[in-house]
């Protein structure tokens, strides 16, 4: 039988995605041998991921504290007329390391699930048509995974904008169903980029 402390940390870890409880008792055990400073390092940083940083002003991607629009943003060598639409900044960092998008980016922050009671209204979509309005936006690229939510929010955003004359895409399908940007490879998700598909 463990500890009260090793039970509260196991518990604690199965709250982070894909961590079930084998993997969880596993982490917990090593951090418990961890040495102290290294522990420490670890709690710090976990405090000032939540601390030290908030949203970009404009996107939404996750940002230091101490600034207010992100560099890719604030970049005058980005395209601003081309947006690409991520659920979450982790998926805008896969899309920045494959290296072949050069446009601007918008983080909704979630996607339309009526089983999960998220609706239109509880992800930042009205941001995203106020943006494609003021800066004149002539394509919006939507870069969800393929699931059912995915493929729900990107109709709507498609609905909401191919009448006003916004050019509306999405990657195209080399991604597996279910597929998370972060543990696609690169090239993969260029190629889906590149061979993009209207919506």
């Known amino acids: 039988m463990s500890s009260k402390a090793m039970a509260a940390l196991i518990e604690s870890l199965t709250k982070l995605p894909g961590v079930g409880a084998k993997t969880a008792a596993r982490l917990a055990y090593h951090i418990a041998e961890m040495k102290s400073d290294d522990v420490e390092d670890l709690a710090a940083a976990i405090r000032s991921v939540k601390l030290d940083t908030h ?37 805008l960092d896969a899309i920045e390391r494959a290296g072949t998008f050069d446009g601007k980016y918008h983080v ?61 895409t999405k990657l195209a399908r080399g991604l597996a169903v279910g597929a998370d940007f972060a543990g696609t490879d690169s090239v993969t998700l260029a190629k889906a980029i590149e061979n993009r598909i209207p919506v």
């Open 55 to 91: 949203a970009c002003e404009v996107c939404f991607n996750t940002i230091d504290a101490d600034k207010n629009i992100c560099d890719i943003c604030a970049s005058d060598k980005r395209d601003g007329k081309i947006i690409c639409v991520v659920k979450d900044a982790k998926d």
């Open 108 to 168: 909704t922050g979630g996607l339309i699930s009526p089983l999960a009671g998220v609706s239109q209204n509880d992800i930042r979509l009205r941001e995203l048509i106020k943006r494609v309005g003021d800066e004149r936006v002539e394509e919006v690229i939507i870069a969800f995974e393929p699931t059912v939510e995915g493929d729900a929010t990107s109709l709507f955003i498609s609905r909401l904008l191919t009448p006003a004359g916004v050019k509306v």
